[in-house]
């Protein structure tokens, strides 16, 4: 596995830099096509794709965090890196993001799986091969829930899933965040949140009063929006962590021992250990989202998934031996 030699020690300075570092996604000789997909009646969800010269070597299918986008910094990066590799980059957008929030009926939450799984089905439609799925922080909830609530149905669609800097458990990454030396980020959490929860149409300020935290956020609007109840029993039947037994693709979670959203506990966790399938790849070095190395590789997290999956890429999968 490429060996990360982090810039930075400190957590924090590593999730600035990840966030603010100047990254190219390819654009310039792999056009970007935008493309919407109708999921749901009253729900229109945003796809952008880039296709590298003849034939794909496979289709990676990216999700991005909370509050993201397919301009974050690591989705561009990341298609760069595939398209190099010969992999077509698709940046999934959850609903209501990427300028689509008056295109969604309702809204995105940490285990909303059902957009993703038409996307998928529609592109497998189209010829496209089964997708490696990588899903950054929230994403990463999300590809993991869809795996296991797949299970052996998640092969004809999914060759792989990676997971970077993922809140596996909700709940315990919630309170992280609300602890003191997370307070500026979860303050833009929170301003972004309102805003694009404004931008739907659905909501005004005055909803958002004595709403200061992510988790209060949760508690009233994103839970009863789903028929969830509260923020408790939200994060307690969406978390990914409950889903990880029933995986029956291969799985590389990559995760920074000092991420400051995401408690490392978690990956001790039995869930975790107990699935022959999952790969923990731990870095002490990081933060949340961060990974930034030295040179060469100064994308690491990019570097080590694009080597994991060519590697399983050079391996038949069990699909693959079915139409023999």
């Known amino acids: 596995m490429v060996y990360f030699d982090p810039l930075f020690r400190n957590p924090h300075w590593q999730a600035v830099a990840g966030h603010l570092w100047k990254r190219d996604g390819g654009e310039a000789r792999f056009p970007i096509e935008r493309r ?23 289709e990676i299918v990216m999700v991005h965090g909370l509050e993201g986008s397919g301009e974050a910094g ?17 940046r999934f957008h959850m609903r209501t993001c990427g300028g689509t929030e008056r295109l969604c009926g309702t809204l995105y939450h940490a285990g909303l ?61 919630a309170r992280r965040i609300a602890e003191p030396a997370n307070r500026l980020y979860e303050r833009r959490f929170v301003r972004r949140m309102r805003a694009r929860l404004c931008a739907t149409g659905r909501y005004q300020k005055r909803n958002f009063r004595g709403l200061r935290s992510v988790m209060d956020i949760d508690d009233r609007i994103t839970a009863p929006s789903f028929g969830l109840g ?13 889903y990880l037994d029933g995986i029956r693709v291969p799985v590389l979670l990559i995760q920074a021992k000092d991420d400051t959203f995401v408690p490392f506990e978690i990956f001790a966790a039995g869930a975790v250990r107990a699935n022959p399938r999952i790969e ?21 997290a990019d570097d080590a998934i694009m080597e994991w999956i060519i590697g399983q890429s050079a391996t038949k999968s069990p699909s693959d031996s079915s139409r023999l």
């Open 36 to 58: 919407l997909f109708q999921t749901e009646p009253d729900v229109q969800v945003l796809v952008e794709s880039q296709r590298p010269g003849g034939t794909a070597a496979g």
């Open 280 to 300: 923990v790849l731990a870095t002490e070095h990081g933060g949340h989202l961060g990974f930034i190395g030295r040179r060469p590789h100064r994308f690491w």
């Open 74 to 90: 690591y989705m561009r990066s990341l298609s760069a890196a595939a398209l190099g590799a010969g992999f077509a980059a698709h």
């Open 230 to 242: 509260d923020a408790a029993n939200y994060y307690g039947t969406q978390s990914a962590i409950r």
């Open 113 to 173: 799986t059902s957009d993703l799984l038409a996307v998928l089905r529609q592109l497998r439609s189209e010829g496209c091969a089964p997708a490696f799925l990588v899903g950054f922080s929230l994403g990463g909830n999300v590809v993991l829930k869809l795996a296991g609530e797949m299970g052996e149905s998640a092969r004809p669609l999914v060759r792989g899933v990676c997971a970077v800097s993922t809140p596996l458990d909700l709940a315990a990454c």
